[in-house]
């Protein structure tokens, strides 16, 4: 059975920090480029970062530079997003995906809440 789970959020005070995870399992996890999204309510999801399959290149968007970074465990089938200097605006339902030629697959979210 193809999955993602992830894990990790939660309540955070402005400028803590979370680690998400998200582990796969029921394909070759180390073949496909995996992403974190996000979707806050009444928003559209976006990007937040990914990283590649290959060489482990990785990518972020501009809002996120600087604070977040995504790593990848293929021995574990893992992939995280440390979220350092957490907003407000960081709040958002956090979705784990992965991607491989058409193949593709999605987490159920995990909520993170920043607020005082």
């Known amino acids: 059975q193809v999955q993602l789970v992830e894990s990790g959020g939660g309540l955070v005070q402005p400028g803590g920090s979370l680690r998400l995870a998200c582990a796969a399992s029921g394909f070759t996890f180390s073949s496909y480029a995996t992403r974190w999204y996000r979707q806050a309510p009444g928003q559209e999801r976006e990007l937040v970062a990914g990283i590649g399959s290959a060489y482990g290149v990785t990518n972020y968007a501009d809002y996120v530079k600087g604070r977040f970074t995504i790593s990848r465990d293929n021995a574990k089938n893992t992939v995280s997003l440390q979220m350092n200097s957490l907003k407000p605006k960081d709040a958002a339902v956090y979705y784990c995906?992965?991607?491989?030629?058409?193949?593709?697959?999605w987490g159920q979210g995990t909520q993170v809440t920043v607020s005082s």
């Open positions: 995906h992965a991607q491989h030629s058409l193949y593709e697959c």
